[in-house]
């Protein structure tokens, strides 16, 4: 994808934080936006209308199938197709472990976060597809974060989170499979700490989180600027922050010298 002028982008979860940020960038680019999100998010909408861009809510839990898939006939009815999705929408499980998580907050993020990602990807595949068939643009960012590529060291746990933003890995991978071929790109977009109203929240309400975070809070604005230029430039991996690097590459080292330890003793086995 190279230009979102003129285009049809849906984003899911775009009332506040980042989502409200993709869906002000893409605006700002020319796209004309539907924002699904269950919370009203008229706001961000007239936010867009002010800024002389086009903008709808539509109210969607990105959980339920059934409700994505209306969305999806809806922007076909509506627009005449679709050239981008932002699968963003998220939710947050709360502290602790996967062995001490209460098991209802961790499924609900797992709802959100893993089904609302497959959702969005089944649900808008016939329109992608259509929209690349006939010359168009057409893409799919996968809004993860650093947490998809591994398992962060420098943040408390929130387990059931990082499961399912590494699950946003997977989708992508599995995703740039199944479309090949088609001219529909899959990217993820993988940022690190960022400055939603919620972490403003948790920096005011302590001074550990405070000292913590935000050293390494990006501005929304930034993090969404910087998405949209690395999937405008074919990135497969979007990352916005320098820390992701460190612990990233070395979870990715580790396994392969997982693997190069079980290929020798394989081998060795032959012999």
Do not use: C
């Amino acid at each position: 994808m190279t230009d979102l002028n003129g285009s049809v982008a849906v984003v899911t979860g775009g009332r506040v934080g980042l989502g409200r940020a993709l869906a002000l960038e893409a605006a700002r680019r020319g796209a004309t936006v539907v924002i699904a999100s269950q919370s009203d998010a008229s706001s961000t909408v007239r936010e867009i209308g002010a800024a002389g861009g086009t903008a709808e809510w539509v109210r969607t839990d990105v959980a339920e199938y059934a409700e994505v898939a209306a969305l999806a006939r809806h922007v076909e009815r509506t627009h005449g197709g679709v050239n981008l999705v932002i699968n963003n929408a998220a939710a947050e499980g709360g502290l602790g472990g996967l062995d001490m998580i209460d098991p209802a907050s961790a499924h609900r993020v797992f709802d959100v976060n893993i089904a609302g990602v497959f959702n969005g990807i089944h649900a808008f595949a016939p329109a992608l597809r259509a929209t690349a068939a006939s010359g168009g643009e057409a893409a799919i960012l996968n809004v993860g974060s650093e947490h998809s590529l591994g398992v962060p060291p420098h943040v408390m746990a929130v387990s059931a989170y990082t499961v399912s933003k590494y699950a946003t890995l997977a989708f992508t991978d599995t995703a740039r499979r199944d479309f090949a071929g088609s001219g529909v790109q899959v990217s993820l977009f993988a940022p690190g700490w960022i400055l939603t109203e919620r972490i403003i929240e948790m920096t005011e309400a302590s001074i550990e989180a405070a000292a913590a975070i935000l050293p390494l809070a990006q501005d929304p604005a930034d993090v969404a600027r910087a998405g949209i230029d690395g999937l405008l430039r074919g990135e497969y991996i979007i990352v916005t922050h320098r820390t992701t690097w460190g612990f990233a590459i070395d979870h990715a080292q580790r396994i392969i010298d997982s693997l190069e330890s079980a290929r020798a003793r394989i081998e060795s086995l032959s012999d």
